[in-house]
Every structure is written in C-alpha cells, then in structure tokens.
C-alpha cells in the first residue's frame, strides 16, 4: 500500500482517518473503536496545541507541522535485520528487548512473547485482540485525551507499540529494553502507543531508548500508559538521543494505587524539537513517585519538560529534581506542577530546576509551581539558572588545568547528579561516559549506528573527577 503523504493540519487528518479507517481499525474491537471515535472528536475540538495555551506558550510546533509528512498504515513490507541497524554498546548489559521500528513493533519470533511466570510482553496491536479483557480495562483509562490534543490523536490513530503485563507478586530481574529505532529514507509521521501494567507487589524495571541512524525530518507523538497496582515499583529510564530534524513528543500517564513507587530518569541529550509530559497521580496511600531529569541541548535544539504530579491520597511522596545545560542558541523549557488535594494530608511534594547557559543567546524558562489544599504537608519548590562559576574555574586553572578542560570538569560535575540516580551499574557507567562525549561535543547520533565511520576522527580525553 502506497503511503499517504501530507501536510499533518487538522482536518486533513480527520479526513486521513476515514480514507484509512480500515487500515486503523484493522485489529480493534467495540470498546477499541469507540474510543477512537471519542478521541477523534477531541482532537477535532481541541486540535494541535498552540502558544494561546499556558502549558505551550514556549513551544511551538508551527515548523514541525508544516513538513510533508509521510503516513504508513501497515508496517513496511522490507526486510530489515533489526542488529544490522542498531546495538546496544553496553557491555555485558542483559536485558529482555523489545525494538520498534519506525513506529511499528519488530516481530523476532511472534508478536507477543509469554513468560511461564506470567509476564507478556510485545505487541499493542496482537494484545488487542489477544487479551480484550486487559485492553478494556486498562487501555485509554489514564490518558487524559480530552484535555490534551495530542493524546487523543494518538488515541484515535495508534495502531502499533509496546504492551507489557506483569502479574501479582512476580519480579522481572533482568531489565526490560525497549528501543524504538527511525530508520528511513522518507520523512514520517508517526502515533506509537505503550501500555504498562504492575499488578500488586510486582516489579520492573524500564529501559526505554528513542534513537535515530539518519538524518531525516520526523514526527513522533507517542503516548505511553502505566499502571502500578498496590506495592509494586518500577524503575523507568528513557534517553533520547535524536537527530536534529525530529519533533518527539513523549506523554507519559502513571497511575500509583496503595504504596506503589514510580521511579523515572529522563536524559535527552540530542534531539531537535523534544517535549516530554510525565503526569504521575498517586491515588493510594502512602505511593511514592521520584521523577529525574537531565536536558544537554546545543546549537538550534529545543527541549520542553512538563511535569504534573497530583497528589490525590494522602501520605503520598513526590521527589523530582531536573538539570539542564544549554549551549550555543539552544532553548529549553521546565514546568513543574504539584497538586495536592484537600484529602491528600501528610503530603510530601519537592521540586527543583536548576539550570547553566553556557552563552548570552541560550535560553532556559523554568516555572515549579505548587497548588495545595491540604493542612498537614511538606512541600517545597525551586530554581536556579546561571553561569559556570568562574571561582571554581579560576581555582580549577590556577592547578593547572587548561581551560576547556576545567569548563568541562564543572559541567559534568553539575550533570552527573541526575546520572547518579540510575540504578543499573552499567548503564549508569554508560549514560556517565555518554555525558562526558555530549560536553565534549563528540556525541552525535553516529554513536548508535554499527558503521561508526566517524570513530576515527574522535578525540579523547578522560575526566579526572579527583582533580575536581
């Protein structure tokens, strides 16, 4: 099937839908279809966000939108040998992975893998007719698509992603992986969808990598949807590590019940126009969520980081804690929201941006925000946003280490908190050495690709922490 090629505005898109309704639907059931009707009419109500909204006043999506954009209904008919395009270069990192391409999952073996302990991992689109009971339950439940443009044109427009269940009382204890790869000659336009279900006293832990190998406009809007039953926890990481002409946007909906912890990192550090949404509401006593983030951007990129926490029950927890350094004519964008409700008592809620511009035509606009209810809480919130300190660079030189070198000593040393946080030795060794190459200005989506055809022109230099 020839792909439909567009400019993606809002009625063309509607329009889109039913010339390819057959195509969209083909894997639906009735709760399915009907949910994509009423997310079809938010997005043609709602639209695409615009800065007349307070939570996009600093982002916009007016070039991004206005590429031609290719539309794949089906997965492409090629084959493609998913280790010939991407790697892990973790060493001795061993996880169960899950790879999408181009918005599509990547069958291996089937479509979806069945542990003997229970746990089902693989593809949305077989899960949909596959586990209907699951899917009603718990697909379209958090996402909130009537508020969020977006949303619910993913929601009316996903065909393909990643489904993972984890039953009542099992730990996973080898991380599972997800890679989701653009690998294409054509610009393209794509809606993946993530579904992840906790049941009570489990545990997970989430790699999730968004990765590109060319050099080609794209524009992904992906949703994800995570469920944390009573007791259980997950350890979330995402890293971006894009080209210069992507648009990802990335809204993730977390839903705590009774002691429940959410733990995520978010670490982009190459992308051109990058928002991530992370709504975590913690509707069971006593759940804990701890939200991590750290942005390096240079020249023209963009970074957007939202964050909506709402405490809901009381005796609830929120960390979250973001860094970001911004180079060359870079911008980026930080808005925290806690919410705590009357019943939410014993709350506590703490928020911190900090931020280094490394030139006069970098730009960072950060906003925490608390908005509370309750009597009995803890709540604090702040941010910061500045230079490199020239004490420390002048004590840093004065032992007799050149410039460059202490600029970078400083920078990483401001960024590697975040990376600290990573539970998982090697890829927390990984990420660190990944931050000190992105500082070094050597980083580049090249590092990904098996050829590596620049590797020669690499020049090293290690940090030495001891001299900091």
């Known amino acids: 099937m020839n792909p439909a090629t567009l400019v993606p505005e809002k009625e063309k898109l509607v329009s889109l839908f039913e010339q390819y309704k057959t195509e969209i639907c083909s894997n639906d059931n009735a709760y399915i279809s009907e949910l994509r009707k009423k997310a079809l009419a ?144 054509e610009d393209l ?110 020249k023209e990129q963009h970074v957007d980081n939202q964050v909506y926490v709402d405490h809901i029950a009381p005796e609830t927890t929120s960390y979250e804690k973001f860094k970001g350094i911004i180079d060359d004519n870079a911008s980026a964008v930080f808005n925290g929201h806690i919410h705590v409700c009357r019943d939410a008592q014993k709350t506590e809620a703490y928020q911190s941006n900090k931020n280094i511009l490394l030139t006069d035509t970098a730009h960072v606009r950060t906003k925490p925000f608390l908005e509370i209810y309750a009597d009995d809480v803890k709540c604090s919130h702040g941010a910061t946003v500045g230079q490199l300190d020239p004490e420390a660079l002048f004590y840093l030189k004065s032992r007799g280490i050149c410039e460059r070198n202490a600029r970078m000593l400083l920078m990483y040393a401001f960024a590697i908190e975040i990376a600290g946080k990573i539970k998982i030795e090697l890829l927390r060794e990984r990420i660190e050495d990944m931050i000190s190459k992105r500082l070094k200005g050597e980083l580049s989506i090249c590092d990904q690709c098996v050829l590596h055809c620049k590797e020669n022109d690499i020049i090293n230099f290690e940090i030495d922490m001891s001299k900091v």
């Open 42 to 185: 938010f997005f043609l109500t709602n639209g695409f966000p615009t800065r007349d909204i307070e939570e996009w006043k600093n982002t916009s999506l007016i070039d991004s939108l206005s590429n031609t954009y290719n539309f794949h209904f089906e997965p492409s008919d090629e084959k493609v040998d998913i280790d010939k395009i991407f790697r892990c270069e973790i060493h001795n990192f061993e996880t169960l992975l899950f790879t999408q391409l181009n918005g599509w999952y990547v069958y291996k073996q089937k479509p979806l893998t069945e542990f003997p302990n229970g746990v089902i991992a693989g593809s949305l689109a077989a899960a949909f007719g596959a586990y209907p009971q699951l899917i009603e339950k718990y697909y379209g439940r958090a996402a909130m698509m009537e508020k969020n443009g977006l949303t619910s044109l993913n929601t009316a427009f996903a065909q393909d992603g990643i489904f993972i269940f984890i039953p009542d009382g099992v730990s996973i204890e080898k991380p599972l992986q997800i890679v989701n790869i653009v690998n294409t000659d």
């Open 189 to 298: 336009f794509m809606q993946p969808r993530n579904l992840i279900i906790l049941g009570k006293n489990s545990k997970l832990t989430l790699v999730y990598c968004d990765d590109s190998t060319k050099y080609k406009k794209s524009f992904i809007n992906a949703c994800s949807e995570i469920f944390l039953d009573n007791n259980s926890e997950l350890d979330y990481y995402k890293l971006q590590n894009k080209d210069s002409l992507s648009t990802v946007i990335t809204t993730t909906f977390c839903l705590l019940e009774e002691s429940a912890r959410l733990h995520t990192n978010t670490l982009t550090l190459n992308g051109g126009v990058v928002r991530n949404e992370t709504h975590a509401m913690l509707a069971g006593r006593g759940s804990e969520a701890k939200v991590y983030g750290l942005y390096l951007v240079d």
